[in-house]
């Protein structure tokens, strides 16, 4: 069972980056699918989420406007950052729910699969 993230790089504040998970299809194709990211010192912090169904989307609020969370059929998350920030600098890694699962996307409690993590830095 995996969730591949791929797309970090280093990139001037003010730009942007796609971020991108490739999930087991057989895994997560009823999952739903998101992003943290972790800063060095800093607590792993929820960034985006989206539904199974791709219908429904939640965002951090240091985000919302900026970043854009989509999947397609093929079990892929993906996370457009635009105006991106020295702040956004973390390790990003891709998330998943298998199972059932009530509360909300806010913080990790929701994740049991997690993707290796992908490096963002913007840089000032």
């Known amino acids: 069972v995996q969730l591949q993230a791929s797309g970090g790089g280093l990139v001037q504040a003010g730009g942007s980056l796609s971020l991108s998970c490739a999930a087991d299809?057989?895994?997560?194709?009823?999952?739903?699918l998101g992003w943290f990211r972790q800063a060095p010192g800093k607590a792993r912090e929820f960034v985006a989420a989206v539904s199974w169904s791709g219908d429904r989307t939640y965002y951090a609020d240091s985000v919302k406007g900026r970043f854009t969370i989509s999947r397609d059929n093929t079990v892929s998350v993906f996370l457009q950052m635009d105006s991106l920030k020295p702040e956004d600098s973390a390790i990003y890694y891709c998330?998943?729910?298998?199972?059932?699962?009530?509360?909300?996307?806010?913080?990790?409690?929701?994740?049991?699969?997690w993707g290796q993590g992908t490096l963002v830095t913007v840089s000032s």
């Open positions: 299809r057989r895994a997560f194709s009823a999952s739903p």
């Open positions: 998330a998943a729910r298998v199972g059932p699962f009530s509360g909300n996307y806010y913080n990790a409690a929701w994740v049991n699969y």
